[in-house]
């Protein structure tokens, strides 16, 4: 069975440019995930779709974050302007949408590094 | 407070300890727990779910406690392949969709 692709896999950017991540979930995964994790920490949740609708984004900085899941699959997630603090990986999950029972399958993550 | 918090170690153990780990929650309300396992620079993993009548698998035996709102992981003959970084993640979420938290990670190593 194919995991949650990501890519890129590693990016560098300079401060105020923009960038953006791409996942394509687990076939028939109803539920995504994008998660930050920096360095040191646990993964922290920034926003949560169910099939093309968002669930819980009430941790995602939206005056610079931005995320899509168009026609319930693929998914992006953008930053502009990138800042310092915004190095981390970013890690996408999904999975079947069993709301007791939620067992997260992560991608290999992307990456970021702001200079 | 944070809503899952955990003790961030590092935890320090000879090959063939036994290891604990503890972790607490705020929401008396979650619905389902889980240990995840992540390697250095890696992606999270399923370690295995948490029972409320307590549930082993080969060397890891883990358990939750409701009425403290605390769920605690215990590996036996430690292996140096358990060296990790053990994430405790609770569901918090109600209605019809889940909140999945994550706790900050206790970090463990085995030596020799």
């Known amino acids: 069975e194919a995991g949650v692709a990501q890519s890129p896999r590693y990016k560098i950017i300079e401060k105020r440019q923009s960038v953006a991540f791409w996942c394509n979930p687990i076939?028939?995964?109803?539920?995504l995930y994008w998660y930050q994790q920096i360095l040191g920490q646990g993964p922290k949740l920034l926003i949560q779709f169910q099939n093309n609708g968002v669930v819980d984004d009430s941790q995602l900085p939206k005056d610079r974050f931005s995320a899509e899941r168009l026609k319930g699959v693929d998914s992006t997630l953008k930053i502009q302007p990138a800042k310092l603090e915004d190095s981390a990986v970013y890690l996408c999950?999904?999975?079947?949408?069993?709301?007791?029972?939620?067992?997260?399958?992560f991608g290999s993550g992307t990456q970021l590094s702001v200079l | 407070r944070k809503e899952v918090e955990q003790d961030p170690g590092p935890f320090n153990v000879p090959e063939g300890a036994t290891v604990a780990f503890n972790c607490t929650y705020s929401n008396s309300a979650s619905q389902s727990f889980f240990w995840y396992r992540q390697d250095c620079r890696k992606e999270p993993k399923l370690l295995m779910s948490v029972y409320s009548s307590g549930n082993e698998d080969g060397r890891f035996t883990a358990q939750l406690n409701r009425a403290s709102q605390y769920i605690s992981l215990l590996i036996r003959d430690s292996k140096l392949s358990d060296s990790a970084t053990y994430l405790c993640?609770?569901?918090?979420?109600?209605?019809?969709?889940?909140?999945?938290?994550f706790g900050s990670g206790t970090r463990l190593s085995i030596r020799p």
């Open positions: 999950a999904s999975s079947l949408g069993d709301r007791y029972n939620e067992k997260l399958f």
């Open positions: 993640v609770v569901n918090s979420g109600y209605s019809s969709a889940s909140k999945i938290i």
């Open positions: 076939s028939g995964h109803a539920t």
